[in-house]
């Protein structure tokens, strides 16, 4: 029986033991959190086959582990697995930065371990349950450490494919671009409007006028302050850039609104049919954008982790 381990049994971890005992209940799925409690609730619900409170014995015999923490604990995690990783053991993860997790991951595993990072692009709510169709119908993105073999990234893609989800291939720089405009971005104006707001004179009385707008315009500055950070860090270059191309357009708007306000409405009218035409989790039309994509895509259909229990060798 192959054997998986789960690295952080929050809402991510336990919906992927969950949606991979749902495809094949042939397969053992062990886990471990930091809150031992929350690893006994995702066994509890069926996610999890095992639950350990010790990371060594989490990852003992594991052929492929999935680190489902917060961003700013893997690189500290990566360095205290690398000693406990079975040779040739595959590693995936969920973080939505990728060029620093293939940093951490080459120089805490160096040949050990082949590394195809992960990040699933889901909507999570502050009262999301666990699911097994979590990834269902989702883009979830495949990015693999240069030192990755081919055979983990055919064995990562049928993973991707028994959650349910659509793999999409992205360079890692291409990645993290992407997530500064489309996460990121958001996030740090999310956090920049409501301290605007909350250190005015005005707010005390100004805020009974607030609606849902300002509510979902400032709904990330209430994630977890020391994700933020991380996030904001780790990928501070690219975020800075696009936070300055953000800056010059808005200079340019409120110039308009005094020198010519036909140019705005211009262009709040493209911004408007931009959005009307935008689809949560749907790209440009395939037969118009071709994408070269690994030959393992064509096999999804015929098996599952076939040959998981023994180790490809490296190409």
Same mark, same amino acid.
């Given at each position: 029986?192959s054997?998986?381990?789960?690295?952080?049994?929050?809402l991510?971890? $336990?919906?992927?033991?969950?949606?991979?005992?749902?495809?094949?209940?042939?397969?053992?799925?062990?886990?471990?959190?930091?809150?031992?409690?929350? #690893?006994?609730?995702?066994?509890?619900?069926?996610?999890?086959? &095992?639950?350990?409170?010790?990371?060594?014995?989490?990852?003992?015999g594991?052929?492929?582990?999935?680190?489902?923490? =917060?961003?700013?604990?893997?690189?500290?995690?990566?360095?205290?697995?690398?000693?406990?990783?079975?040779?040739?053991?595959?590693?995936?993860?969920?973080?939505?930065l990728?060029?620093?997790?293939?940093?951490?991951?080459?120089?805490?595993?160096?040949?050990?371990?082949?590394?195809?990072?992960g @990040?699933?692009?889901?909507?999570?709510?502050?009262?999301?349950? =666990?699911?097994?169709?979590?990834?269902q119908?989702?883009?979830?993105?495949?990015?693999?450490?240069?030192?990755?073999?081919?055979?983990?990234? @055919?064995?990562?893609?049928?993973?991707?494919?028994?959650?349910?989800?659509?793999?999409?291939?992205?360079?890692?720089?291409?990645?993290?671009?992407?997530?500064?405009? $489309?996460?990121?971005l958001?996030?740090?104006?999310s956090?920049?409007?409501?301290?605007?707001?909350?250190?005015?004179?005005?707010?005390?009385?100004?805020?009974?006028?607030? $609606?849902? &707008?300002?509510?979902?315009?400032?709904?990330?500055?209430?994630?977890?302050?020391?994700?933020?950070?991380?996030?904001?860090?780790?990928?501070?270059?690219?975020?800075?850039?696009?936070?300055?191309?953000?800056?010059?357009r808005?200079?340019?708007?409120?110039?308009?609104?005094?020198?010519?306000?036909?140019?705005?409405?211009?262009?709040?009218?493209?911004?408007?049919? #931009?959005?009307?035409?935008?689809?949560?989790?749907?790209? =440009?039309?395939?037969?118009?954008?071709?994408?070269?994509? =690994? &030959?393992?895509?064509?096999?999804?259909?015929?098996?599952?982790?076939?040959?998981?229990?023994?180790? &490809?060798?490296?190409?």
């Open positions: 029986m054997r998986i381990a789960i690295i952080g049994t929050g991510v971890g $336990t919906s992927i033991g969950l949606a991979l005992k749902a495809h094949q209940s042939n397969l053992e799925i062990v886990g471990h959190d930091r809150e031992h409690a929350r #690893a006994l609730d995702a066994k509890k619900l069926g996610a999890l086959d &095992r639950a350990e409170w010790n990371l060594p014995a989490a990852l003992e594991a052929s492929m582990v999935v680190v489902a923490t =917060p961003l700013h604990s893997m690189e500290k995690l990566f360095a205290q697995m690398a000693e406990f990783l079975d040779p040739g053991c595959i590693v995936t993860d969920t973080a939505t990728k060029g620093p997790t293939i940093a951490w991951a080459e120089a805490a595993w160096g040949d050990r371990a082949s590394y195809v990072g @990040d699933p692009i889901v909507d999570l709510g502050r009262d999301e349950k =666990p699911s097994a169709t979590l990834f119908g989702r883009t979830y993105c495949v990015i693999a450490a240069p030192r990755a073999s081919s055979g983990a990234v @055919d064995q990562v893609l049928r993973f991707v494919n028994a959650l349910g989800a659509d793999p999409m291939f992205l360079d890692p720089i291409e990645h993290d671009s992407y997530l500064a405009m $489309t996460s990121q958001p996030a740090f104006l956090s920049t409007l409501m301290s605007v707001a909350a250190e005015s004179p005005s707010w005390r009385d100004g805020q009974r006028l607030a $609606t849902h &707008r300002f509510g979902a315009a400032t709904a990330a500055s209430l994630d977890e302050t020391d994700e933020l950070v991380a996030h904001f860090v780790a990928n501070r270059e690219v975020l800075k850039a696009w936070i300055l191309t953000l800056r010059d808005m200079t340019e708007l409120s110039e308009l609104l005094d020198d010519d306000p036909p140019g705005l409405r211009n262009a709040l009218g493209a911004a408007r049919e #931009a959005r009307a035409s935008w689809r949560p989790g749907e790209g =440009p039309d395939p037969e118009k954008v071709p994408v070269e994509m =690994p &030959r393992a895509r064509d096999q999804f259909s015929s098996w599952f982790f076939g040959g998981l229990g023994g180790r &490809r060798k490296r190409p």
